[in-house]
Every structure is written in C-alpha cells, then in structure tokens.
C-alpha cells in the first residue's frame, strides 16, 4: 500500500489495467499520456498523466555490450 492520489481516491477493483498513447513524437523527444484503471465489473479510472521523454547517448562507460 501507499498513497494514491488520483481521480477516485486510489483502486478498489481486483486488476489494474493501464494504458499509454503516444501523444508526440518528433526526433529524439516524445510526449505520452497514460491512465490506469482499476478493474472490478466496471473499469474505474484511479490515476492518469503526461510524460515527456528525451532519448539520449550514453556515454561510453555506462554503456553494455
């Protein structure tokens, strides 16, 4: 357990589901939103947001083979 804050007050269902969708995507940065849901009969949304994302090299030591 830990603190939701989110629309309903947190899930109360059996399942999450969660769902994303790519709101931008131009060169090397990319916008998404996302929501999740909690499942019992009926999908109850319980927390949604907006991602920004940079794609980045790494530098040579943090890399794996």
Same mark, same amino acid.
């Given at each position: 357990?830990?603190v939701?804050?989110g629309?309903?007050?947190?899930p109360d269902?059996t =399942?999450?589901?969660?769902?994303a969708? /790519?709101l931008? #995507?131009?060169?090397?940065?990319g916008?998404?939103?996302?929501?999740?849901?909690?499942?019992?009969s009926d =999908?109850t949304?319980?927390?949604?947001? /907006?991602?920004t #994302?940079?794609?980045?090299?790494?530098?040579?030591?943090?890399r794996?083979?």
């Amino acid at each position: 357990p830990g603190v939701w804050r989110g629309v309903e007050g947190g899930p109360d269902g059996t =399942e999450l589901i969660a769902r994303a969708k /790519t709101l931008k #995507m131009s060169g090397s940065i990319g916008v998404a939103t996302v929501e999740v849901f909690s499942k019992e009969s009926d =999908e109850t949304l319980c927390v949604f947001g /907006t991602a920004t #994302m940079r794609a980045m090299d790494l530098p040579g030591g943090l890399r794996q083979p």
